[in-house]
């Protein structure tokens, strides 16, 4: 941190040795030695601070993301939800109808058979085309 080297040290010790003097010196490095302790001590929790608030930020980026990217998908599955359930409701009115229709023709009416339907109850139709079923009718709505 200092770049101080081992001669450098020596000098020190020295001069503080002569300064002090030698009753006093013991006392003085303990002291020294706590003092340092401490400023060590709270470099670290500075560091531990700042990289704490490093990654509480990007832990915050990290969410706004997630919540963005949530809200896009929320509003997709609506937009989905939204279309089907308008279809759901569309074939609903479709066959209500469709029933309606069916319930107000007279029961006592004779319904007539498609072209291709079968003459006797046992036997099966195969329509215009031979082996495939014939067309579904349209109805008017």
Same mark, same amino acid.
């Given at each position: 941190?200092?770049?101080?080297?081992?001669?450098?040290?020596?000098?020190?010790?020295?001069?503080?040795?002569?300064?002090?003097?030698?009753? @006093?010196?013991?006392?003085?490095?303990?002291?020294?030695?706590?003092?340092?302790?401490?400023?060590?001590?709270?470099?670290?929790?500075?560091?531990?601070?700042?990289?704490?608030?490093?990654?509480?930020?990007?832990?915050?980026?990290?969410?706004?993301?997630?919540?963005?990217?949530?809200?896009?998908?929320?509003?997709?599955?609506?937009?989905?939800?939204?279309?089907?359930?308008?279809?759901?409701?569309?074939?609903?009115?479709?066959?209500?109808?469709?029933? @309606?229709?069916?319930?107000?023709?007279?029961?006592?009416?004779?319904?007539?058979?498609?072209?291709?339907?079968?003459?006797?109850?046992?036997?099966?139709?195969?329509?215009?085309?031979?082996?495939?079923?014939?067309?579904?009718?349209?109805?008017?709505?």
């Amino acid at each position: 941190m200092f770049d101080v080297g081992f001669s450098e040290l020596m000098v020190i010790a020295v001069v503080a040795l002569i300064v002090i003097g030698p009753e @006093r010196l013991p006392r003085v490095a303990r002291t020294m030695g706590h003092l340092f302790g401490r400023l060590q001590r709270y470099v670290n929790d500075v560091k531990a601070d700042i990289n704490r608030e490093i990654e509480l930020d990007e832990l915050r980026k990290f969410r706004s993301t997630v919540e963005d990217a949530a809200r896009g998908f929320e509003g997709t599955v609506n937009t989905a939800v939204d279309s089907v359930q308008s279809e759901v409701s569309k074939t609903e009115t479709e066959f209500n109808d469709l029933t @309606r229709i069916e319930d107000a023709t007279p029961s006592g009416a004779p319904q007539s058979a498609p072209a291709g339907a079968a003459s006797q109850p046992g036997e099966v139709s195969r329509g215009p085309q031979g082996g495939a079923p014939p067309p579904p009718e349209k109805t008017a709505v």
